[in-house]
């Protein structure tokens, strides 16, 4: 499922201009639990973190989307605050299926409503931190979870054609253009365990960072 934030987004992108910056972070609140969002301005991406269980992912955008879909493990770590939709019988009994569509919602209407003088600009370490709260053993959301640092790039003109899963990640990261100057030009994007001198790099201008690749 996803959710369209065309408006979200364009109140998000005033907001970084008037504060002359290329991110901001704002917290929201969903069924009680306090979690935090960094917005980046030149990738159009967005950071989510759940600080009451000190888990954090990276949302995937395409055309103004943001999917609705968790990486296995922050759900599982997180079910309790989600929106219990239905009970479902089994022959083991039940069990209650939660739903991550309130949530979003919840994340959609602080992204409308929030004000300038309700979001700070993110110190460089703060956002390291927030990069390393997003590590998932999921390989289904992410065959490189757990190495959430970006390092390098790397042309694979003698290794096939750029996987999949990796022009998904990075999309994520450094949003849909860059994206398709990967697809389009079989450019793969390397990861690290730990941070990197690039671990930042998706903060850099489009244009400047497809010279750099």
């Not at 209650?96 to 409503?113: E, K, N």
């Amino acid at each position: 499922m996803t959710i369209n934030i065309t408006a979200e987004i364009k109140n998000l992108i005033a907001i970084c201009e008037e504060k002359s910056t290329d991110s901001i972070l704002f917290n929201f609140e969903h069924n009680g639990i306090k979690g935090s969002v960094v917005f980046f301005l030149n990738s159009i991406t967005f950071m989510i973190g759940i600080k009451d269980y000190n888990v954090g992912w990276l949302a995937s955008v395409t055309n103004n989307y943001l999917s609705e879909s968790l990486p296995l493990d922050v759900f599982r770590e997180i079910k309790n605050m989600l929106d219990v939709v239905e009970y479902v019988k089994t022959d083991k009994g039940g069990y209650h299926r939660h739903s991550t569509s309130g949530l979003f919602q919840t994340i959609s209407a602080r992204m409308r409503s929030v004000q300038l003088d309700e979001v700070i600009i993110p110190a460089e370490q703060e956002l390291i931190e927030s990069i390393r709260r997003t590590r998932t053993k999921d390989r289904n959301y992410d065959k490189d979870g757990e190495r959430p640092f970006f390092k390098t790039w790397s042309r694979n003109t003698y290794r096939g054609r750029v996987e999949a899963h990796n022009l998904e990640k990075t999309k994520r990261v450094f949003g849909r253009d860059i994206e398709n100057h990967c697809r389009k030009n079989n450019i793969s994007s390397v990861w690290s365990s730990t941070p990197t001198n690039k671990s930042l790099l998706f903060r850099t201008r489009t244009e400047e960072i497809i010279r750099e690749i």
